[in-house]
């Protein structure tokens, strides 16, 4: 187990128990050390098959270590973390957000919100200095429950980002699957007058990478969009911190769009997004843009950094969880910051800009005229492979030649992982995944279609390269 771009993950098998009280400790431990010395710690889950019993085992340390543990069940992330800060407490969600069914972990939020890479060393040097010594298991107790609570704070807030009727005549669809959002983001969808009509619930744990949606749910998406004559399919993710968004054609409306769409829905300032988020994503929509490595914290860091210049503060990723740096007046009310991802914000933003323009998503997307993008990974292929293959393409020979076939390297930007830019203008992007055993590629090109083939193609390469390597 290990920090990763959000939270600590590892295989469920190797969480449940004692692990999973050891790191909970070590988060208290944390927790002590920068002034929050007892009090109420909110906890939620996704509803995978392990995460009930983390979420037990967490709340069992906490109140070993002295806090107050307020189980608020199966919630998506940005209501736990929203809840939490509005009541100036901690909160721990037990997610392995889009990763599969056999891995969790556990996010972690401070008073303040979510934990950056300090809190994440200091509790990761935490977990080795008690590893052998952690008494386990602590006595079971007794603790209050508020997921209904916590879930009408958060509808609250999104009820508040349109209008009133502003989703009439909208026909949506709700892809279920097991995200946790599912139940919520109907009731929204429907409390702005759309007809929402829910699709795809599974009783199975279903892993959903908003960056890297595959061609079977593609196919799926296209037949409902055929057969109920959606304006758009809605979803998340496990934990519901990353939205998934599709147009009326069945297409994919890749995450940095949305973010995209946020932004210009929320009259951003100053915008803080990864540096795999569309490269066409510039000054010339009227904010400034800070480019990030990827994950969380990363942008957060960003945005703070952005705060003392004013204005309307937005993060976004390119898996489309959106990230409020600040606060915004929208309908006559106060839409407080919350910096961590969401994914009722950005899909409200997107779906408030088709009805308040006429446009469809489609349509929404060509007006922008950006590069087209696509991504994929190489699923189950080990750290170390990765590891050692970025190692070899660090040597820029070794790296032209891996690119050769795609063209000449004109630059390469090393933010994280290695972003090749190439004469041609294609973006050829390599990284490995932050907290799970994958290695990804994003590439922008001219059509969808060579995108598409230039991420076939480099993920084929980085495959043979590392059989080769390993033979």
């Given at each position: ?187 929204v969808l429907r409390s702005f007058g759309a007809d929402v009509i829910p699709v795809g619930k599974s009783e199975i744990f279903v892993p959903v990478d908003t960056e890297a949606v ?205 972003r090749a830019r190439m004469t041609s203008g294609e973006i050829i992007h390599l990284r490995p995944s932050g907290n799970a055993p994958e290695f990804r590629c994003y590439a922008e ?21 590392t059989l080769a390597d390993e033979s």
């Amino acid at each position: 187990m290990k920090f990763g771009s959000s939270g600590v993950r590892g295989l469920a098998s190797e969480l449940v128990g004692r692990p999973s009280g050891l790191y909970t400790e070590a988060f208290a431990r944390r927790l002590r050390a920068t002034g929050f010395e007892q009090g109420k710690v909110f906890v939620g889950r996704d509803l995978r098959d392990s995460s009930p019993a983390i979420a037990e085992d967490c709340m069992a340390a906490l109140a070993a270590s002295g806090f107050q543990p307020v189980d608020c069940g199966p919630i998506p992330t940005p209501a736990l973390a929203f809840y939490a800060h509005r009541h100036g407490a901690a909160a721990l969600m037990v997610t392995g957000s889009h990763i599969p069914a056999d891995r969790n972990g556990i996010k972690f939020y401070g008073p303040k919100g979510e934990i950056d890479k300090a809190d994440e060393a200091a509790i990761t040097a935490y977990v080795a200095e008690l590893s052998d010594g952690y008494p386990w298991p602590p006595a079971r107790s007794e603790r209050q429950a508020c997921h209904e609570q916590a879930i009408a704070a958060f509808r609250d807030r999104v009820e508040a980002i349109l209008p009133a009727g502003a989703l009439s005549g909208m026909r949506l669809g709700v892809y279920q699957h097991s995200t946790v959002a599912a139940e919520l983001l109907i009731e929204v969808l429907r409390s702005f007058g759309a007809d929402v009509i829910p699709v795809g619930k599974s009783e199975i744990f279903v892993p959903v990478d908003t960056e890297a949606v595959g061609p079977e749910t593609i196919a799926k998406m296209k037949g409902w969009v055929r057969d109920f004559e959606f304006d758009a399919v809605l979803s998340a993710d496990a934990d519901a911190d990353r939205p998934l968004v599709i147009d009326e054609n069945g297409d994919l409306f890749r995450g940095d769009l949305i973010g995209l769409a946020t932004a210009l829905f929320l009259k951003a300032d100053i915008v803080v997004t990864p540096v795999t988020s569309n490269s066409g994503i510039s000054e010339a929509f009227g904010f400034e843009v800070r480019r990030t490595k990827v994950g969380s914290p990363f942008v957060i860091a960003g945005m703070e950094a952005a705060q003392p210049a004013g204005g309307i503060v937005v993060g976004f990723e390119a898996n489309g969880g959106v990230l409020l740096g600040s606060d915004c007046f929208l309908n006559g009310r106060t839409l407080s910051a919350l910096p961590t991802r969401d994914s009722f914000l950005p899909i409200l933003a997107v779906l408030g800009t088709v009805a308040s323009t006429g446009k469809s998503l489609s349509s929404l997307r060509e007006t922008w005229n950006l590069p087209v993008c696509a991504s994929e990974r190489l699923e189950n292929f080990p750290v170390e492979a990765s590891r050692g293959l970025m190692r070899k393409l660090a040597d820029r020979d070794a790296l032209r030649q891996f690119l050769a076939p795609f063209g000449s390297v004109a630059d390469v930007d090393e933010t994280d992982g290695l972003r090749a830019r190439m004469t041609s203008g294609e973006i050829i992007h390599l990284r490995p995944s932050g907290n799970a055993p994958e290695f990804r590629c994003y590439a922008e090109a001219a059509s969808q279609d060579r995108a598409a083939e230039i991420v076939a193609m480099a993920l084929e390469r980085a495959r043979d390269t590392t059989l080769a390597d390993e033979s």
